[in-house]
């Protein structure tokens, strides 16, 4: 299952589909150079991938105190606050 919150950007979680970088490695342009973004369809599929892990309302945030990404999962059961 792929972890969004290791690597350095979430969307390297999954491989790309365009350019066949492995999950993790950054995309690369056709020349063999690294790309200056990733991939429109690498970031869609993980971006789908995402939403089936975690759900529609989940999103991922930088935490800069961490150091790291957190996925923040949108409580849905939770009591409501008065
Ligand atoms: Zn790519």
């Known amino acids: 299952m792929p972890d969004f919150t290791r690597h ?3 969307v390297l979680a999954v491989p790309c589909g365009e350019c066949r970088a492995a999950a ?3 995309c690369k342009r056709p020349s063999g150079h690294r790309a200056a973004d990733l991939h429109l369809c690498r970031r869609m599929a993980a971006d789908r991938t995402f939403v089936t892990q975690h759900g529609a309302d989940a999103t991922i945030r930088y ?3 961490l150091g790291r990404w957190q996925v923040e999962a949108v409580e849905t ?3 409501a606050v008065s």
């Open 8 to 10: 350095k950007h979430p």
């Open 77 to 79: 059961c939770a009591p």
């Open 24 to 26: 993790g490695a950054w």
């Open 63 to 65: 935490d800069a105190d």
